[in-house]
């Protein structure tokens, strides 16, 4: 077979876009056995060029503007590592498509935001646009649906699908520390961003629930409907009582069809200590999906880091080196489905309703009184004084009810005025 | 696009066979918008044609000899689903390769065994042999390694690559009963088949073992120096002490380079009971690699069954429709290396060794002279005597020793008058 050449540029020199540099200069023969192509990096392109970076880059591979990278008639395919869903990235990315040439990103914002209008350029311009790095850092989730689960039927998709908030949940559930020390600590060793709030907030997972479940389901991405709640309302206590109740709380992204309908949504969970997914630890992250016939399927593995994100990245990579157009969702996006989606109100779920209160008489027959008026039946509720012994911490564990009822219960009671604190509410999962 | 077709043939029609045809229909306009290919099951072929099924096969379906699959100009693809290294499953698909027919086999046996050189026919023919099947159920594993991990420096692979072996290990753990009685429960449930030898014996985990190791390490499928034990010898006073000690009994295939050596080992292991391998329970399979830069990365789901084996064997087919031959183990064979291996005689291990003894003056003292001379150090020993008090079960959890030397030592207590039963041994993973 002749061997063909492939000129690509790297636009966005981080952490990981330069540790994709070293990789491709150093697996030049490993690619070349595998795909029969030649890969040439071209160009690169950063913000700041002369930020002190660990790799030698000729002068005359430096673009003097990131745009050319989709302009230049050399490059075959660009890699967009700027991230963000809307400027500077998102012009590279349309642009380059536009120029029909190959994109491979890792930017899970701009997939969730633009995947669909994108990935119909890509098909009209017979080119590959590959995200595998979007979602899960170098775990083949996109890969593994859109290939090794290829006509399986996908019930549910969920899993763990940030680092920065699994670590964070992990280290406070192994030391006495609060939310904010353990975010402090996570940022001074790199586990967490300078910002990072769409981590925490679970903006981030929200981007990637939602490029996995059109993926799951062959639909266009939903954007309607989802449930987001972030990690900022866990405190020690809760982390504490959840474990003496037997849980562990985890930051799930979930997406499921229920009577044809997709919900999705992302929140705290209770889930059971023995339950697998309690196990996923640190910056790892976890995806379960349920099918036919596969089964129940996991994959689990670091969510993040230049290392694993540079697997994925050279997995896009080498599936365009190998030739045949795929499509970025797999489907025609004639064939894709406008799934109707529906909010989590009708549905039901188990609690951990968390009330700190003043200790006086009548405080928790008005708080039972409360559950029992919003059809919310205690399963178990366990009282506990302060230590000033002036307080006390009241914890119930409801039966299922419905999740609009317990949002009105939460509602009412945040407003008596025994109660001390926001009340807490997490949702308790069963898997 | 212009909408090709392709006509297969499935060659054996058991539980899976029959399973991937009832599949193959249902989905056949799915696999039509996933791959633009028209997929027609135009013949197929059984020992027993006239076994009831629970598909309706039309008559002019049936080929009157199946090797006729391998000749027939119609067919362009051969599903191999027969079984066995060699006989009919061998002749069945190095003649359909011959005859320039791609082959997808879910059989580890004949691929352990000739898949060098089905490969190397393969590539020279241009046609694809393609496996999936043949590890780990309908975990994509293979396909994981050799596309969403390309280019990853894998130094070790390992996992729990049979499920009937670790169905009875999980059952014998949750009860009180011992290896006999399990293995017939589980064959009267369908967990293992009627003659299960290969798979307690750990005959067929090292085929897995071998193929994944092949691909892993972009080598040749090694047979040499591989050990191999399987779960017989394990009884419910070895599960019991286990978990008494914090272990988990698991039977664990493990390859990894050491010193550019290749080891390849099958054979229980005790295994810490808060590790994830230790979870892994009933049908389940699991397989983790590590490797730069991914990580650590774990895949898991059912190794068995007809839900999960049709998830693997439609991934290949897919991945054949979809065109652009692939090379069955990822790189052209004049690339692949053929690696040097070494048995596992002079690495060290820490063990678990049983003694039933009798109880009298002396044992304890000759037991452990045996173990010094052999330089072989004890981290504990208990000693629990037998119901009828004449008799004792020491057991001795040793520091890390020489393959060889534990070995040698175990031979010569066996031989000691005071040994009742053949002592028992199995080495700790940490992992």
Redesign the interface.
């Known amino acids: 077979m002749k061997q063909k050449k492939i000129n690509i540029a790297i636009v966005g020199l981080g952490n990981v876009g330069s540790?994709l540099y070293k990789?491709l200069i150093k697996?030049k023969k490993?690619?070349q056995?595998?795909t029969n192509v030649d890969i040439v990096i071209k160009y690169v392109s950063a913000k700041n060029r002369s930020k002190k970076r660990k790799i030698f880059i000729p002068k005359n591979k430096w673009l003097n503007n990131y745009l050319d990278a989709s302009k230049n008639p050399k490059i075959d395919l660009v890699i967009e590592l700027i991230g963000g869903s809307d400027g500077p990235a998102k012009k590279l990315v349309f642009n380059s498509i536009k120029n029909k040439k190959h994109v491979v990103t890792a930017n899970k914002a701009l997939i969730s935001k633009y995947g669909d209008e994108l990935s119909k350029l890509a098909e009209k311009n017979r080119v590959n646009l590959e995200f595998?790095a979007a979602v899960a850092g170098?775990?083949?989730i996109i890969?593994?649906i859109k290939?090794?689960?290829?006509?399986?039927k996908i019930n549910k998709i969920y899993g763990v699908l940030n680092g920065t908030s699994n670590y964070i949940l992990s280290k406070m559930s192994n030391s006495d520390n609060n939310f904010e020390e353990v975010l402090n600590d996570a940022k001074k060793l790199g586990y967490a961003e300078s910002n990072p709030s769409n981590d925490i907030s679970g903006e981030d997972s929200k981007s990637k629930i939602q490029i996995l479940s059109a993926l799951s389901f062959n639909s266009f991405i939903n954007r309607e409907h989802i449930n987001v709640e972030g990690i900022k309302n866990i405190d020690k206590h809760d982390i504490k009582n959840a474990k003496t109740l037997g849980y562990t709380i985890k930051h799930l992204a979930i997406a499921e069809l229920k009577k044809n309908k997709l919900i999705q949504r992302v929140h705290p969970c209770f889930v059971s200590r023995g339950s697998?997914i309690s196990?996923i630890n640190g910056v790892l992250n976890a995806v379960i999906i349920e099918g036919?016939?596969?089964?129940?399927?996991?994959?689990?593995?670091?969510g993040a880091?230049?290392?694993?994100t540079?697997?994925?990245l050279?997995?896009d990579i080498?599936?365009i080196l190998?030739?045949?157009i795929?499509l970025p969702f797999?489907?025609?996006n004639k064939?894709r489905k406008k799934i109707k989606s529906t909010g989590i109100d009708q549905e039901t779920y188990s609690s951990y309703i968390r009330l700190d209160v003043t200790d006086k008489t009548g405080v928790l027959s008005q708080i039972t009184k409360t559950l029992s008026k919003n059809k919310i039946s205690v399963k178990r509720l366990i009282q506990n004084p302060f230590k000033s012994k002036k307080f006390s911490s009241i914890i119930i564990i409801s039966h299922k009810a419905k999740n609009s009822n317990l949002i009105k219960t939460i509602n009412e009671l945040s407003k008596k005025n025994f109660i001390i604190n926001k009340p807490k509410f997490f949702r308790i999962e069963e898997i």
Chains 1, 2 share one sequence.
């Open positions: 540790n990789h697996n490993n690619i056995k595998k595998e170098g775990i083949p890969r593994s290939e090794g689960l290829i006509t399986n697998y196990k036919k016939p596969i089964g129940k399927f996991t994959i689990q593995g670091e880091g230049p290392g694993p540079t697997s994925a050279v997995s080498c599936s190998r030739g045949k795929k797999s489907i025609p064939n």
